[in-house]
Nanobody, 119 residues
Framework: QEQLVESGGGLVQPGGSLRLSCAAS????????MGWYRQAPGKQRELVAA???????HYVDSVKGRFSISRDNAKTMVYLQMNNLQPEDTAVYYC?????????????WGQGTQVTVSS
């Protein structure tokens, strides 16, 4: 059974940090790459970070140097460490399979976790 459960979001001040977690079913986690997506109000969902099974990572320019994606293959977990958060990072964050030009997200989406950056 497919499962994606995101957690760890919240309200944080600019410059703060959060660590998001995603528990994924093996049917999705077993896909060659996993990613974190975000969707801000009125905007399209975008892939902000991705990681291949072997550990190679990709980041969108706006989060490079601030976000770090990791995975625990044994636990089928994916994490997103977010540092120096800014108001423009405010969005609902989702995990799913994904890697630019390689892997598309599965049709199954979890509920996401809300990240709000505000003073």
């Amino acid at each position: 059974q497919e499962q994606l459960v995101e957690s760890g979001g919240g309200l944080v001040q600019p410059g703060g940090s959060l660590r998001l977690s995603c528990a994924a079913s093996r049917s999705i986690f077993g896909i060659v790459a996993m990613g974190w997506y975000r969707q801000a109000p009125g905007k399209q969902r975008e892939l902000v970070a991705a990681i291949k099974t072997g550990g190679r990572t990709h980041y969108v320019d706006s989060v490079k140097g601030r976000f770090s994606i990791s995975r625990d293959n044994a636990k089928t977990m994916v994490y997103l460490q977010m540092n120096n958060l800014q108001p423009e990072d405010t969005a609902v964050y989702y995990c799913n399979s994904g890697y630019p030009n390689l892997v598309e997200p599965s049709d199954f989406w979890g509920q996401g976790t809300q990240v709000t950056v505000s003073s």
